[in-house]
């Protein structure tokens, strides 16, 4: 194994005599291998090493654990420690991302964090032959292009990673570390099936290897290893064509129109784009998309050449990122549209009794208590009042956000409030501010009360006290 490293390594010229290289070790099998590894070639290779672990903020004791093995390897081998840390399941909920991607960008800011402080000067990853093969075949579920296809690279050079086990099995590495004698930490969510990966690394991988081909992972890794040749072609061929075929500006009578800065549009000239290969093409739409700031899947693409091949003039193509694309007799143009700026989120503290100023709404939220049972609630609307003994003390008011469900009484379903927000159910058109700053209680994490809809049937009193909810001195808002 360590000579296998040694060869890819220097064939995909990873790292220079000189390099400080800073291996991220989790504890785990493959992370553990490589920097054994390392460890053995470090003179030979002439790098200076160094031991880099994160702490998500996932997993509690088991974690802190892993944390502390990483540190007491890194002092048998006698090599720097630089921990870091982050709480991932805030930054996936605030963000709005899943938890591995959130863990991910954690990782990578730290990890540039250590070169840009003049740490390290490389970041290496334990990505293995299987990780390799994971990812293709995520990707090929997902649909992807030859870049798509090109999985995991051996280098990242704007993020300073290198990968140097990318050849080297799992298997490979466990049978490595048993002859060593070392030992590894082994990472409970990796056996979680709600992940993707985790489902296609011990069911579907092992089911196609079992029924189909028995070497599908080397398959697999091949095959990225021949998308990243065409993917590096076609980036040296869409980066010299698109020079010839795009210029900045919109065209007018007296020449490029010199409205706006070169960034914001640029047009695509319509008789030698045609003239290209279907591919190329392609690939030309993709590179230009990825100009502006915007990921384009097949399906943008196939909408841009039909579009350029024969569209009529004037149609506009709204595509991902806020991107416009609009067809001229001799151009295809792409601009940004241009939104105004999002409201702000609010969020606020509503003690049980008490009330809250929520400036954005230009109101007051009051939490107020109905004491005396059935009599002293009869005049109230059922629909409006909640049971306070299933409510936390402290309610939090907040604009509603995407993804949000409610369940209000004598509805089958929760329901998504982007839906319930819709005019047809509102009797009214909201506008987009509106809509945006419409507030929602919740309680423990569950919206409980919504402007306008019936509280959920499970809050219904059940006591004969109850809690009313009141918007004060904001109602003219419903109507602006």
Request: hydrophobic content about 40%.
């Amino acid at each position: 194994m360590i000579d296998r490293v040694r060869q890819y390594v220097r064939h995909q010229r990873l790292l220079a005599p000189g390099d400080r290289l800073a291996v991220a070790v989790s504890g785990g099998a493959d992370s553990v291998a490589l920097l054994r590894v390392l460890v053995e070639l470090r003179r030979e290779l002439g790098i200076v090493l160094s031991v880099a672990h994160f702490h998500h903020g996932i997993r509690g004791a088991e974690a802190d654990a892993d944390q502390q093995f990483v540190k007491d390897l890194a002092g048998s081998l006698q090599l720097n420690f630089y921990l870091g840390a982050g709480d991932a399941p805030v930054h996936a909920r605030v963000h709005k991302m899943s938890l591995e991607t959130a863990a991910r960008e954690l990782r990578h800011r730290w990890f540039l964090a250590l070169v840009n402080e003049g740490k390290a000067d490389k970041i290496a990853t334990a990505h293995t032959l299987d990780d390799q093969a994971e990812t293709v075949l995520m990707r090929i579920l997902r649909g992807a292009g030859a870049l798509g296809l090109a999985g995991i690279f051996p280098e990242q050079e704007e993020k300073h990673l290198v990968r140097p086990l990318l050849e080297v099995s799992r298997s490979e590495v466990e049978h490595y570390l048993k002859s060593i004698g070392q030992t590894w930490r082994t990472d409970s969510t990796n056996l979680d099936f709600e992940h993707t990966r985790n489902r296609i690394r011990h069911e579907l991988l092992p089911q196609l290897e079992r029924d189909y081909n028995p070497a599908l992972r080397q398959t697999l890794a091949d095959l990225a290893e021949v998308a990243r040749g065409e993917a590096a072609y076609w980036g040296l061929e869409a980066g010299s064509l698109l020079p010839r075929l795009v210029r900045p500006g919109k065209p007018s009578r007296s020449g490029r129109s010199a409205a706006g800065k070169a960034s914001e549009t640029l047009s695509l000239d319509l008789a030698a784009f045609r003239n290209l290969p279907l591919a190329a093409q392609r690939q030309v739409l993709q590179r230009l998309g990825k100009q502006m700031g915007a990921s384009l899947e097949f399906k943008h693409i196939q909408q841009l050449t039909e579009m350029a091949s024969g569209g009529a003039q004037g149609k506009r193509l709204l595509l991902p990122g806020g991107l416009v694309a609009a067809r001229s007799f001799r151009e295809l143009a792409f601009s940004r549209e241009e939104k105004a700026p999002p409201a702000p989120d609010y969020c606020y503290s509503l003690p049980v009794p008490g009330e809250v100023t929520v400036p954005e709404l230009g109101a007051t939220l009051r939490a107020r208590i109905l004491t005396g049972g059935i009599p002293a609630i009869s005049g109230y609307n059922p629909d409006s009042l909640l049971d306070p003994s299933l409510l936390a003390p402290r309610l939090t008011v907040r604009n509603w956000r995407a993804g949000d469900r409610f369940f209000p009484a004598k509805t089958r379903s929760p329901k998504k409030l982007k839906e319930l927000l819709q005019a047809g159910r509102m009797g009214q058109r909201l506008s987009m501010a509106q809509r945006k700053m419409w507030p929602v209680v919740e309680s423990a994490g569950q919206i409980v009360w919504v402007r306008g809809f019936a509280v959920p049937a499970a809050f219904a009193p059940r006591t004969g006290d109850a809690v009313l909810i009141e918007e004060l001195e904001g109602l003219k808002t419903l109507t602006e």
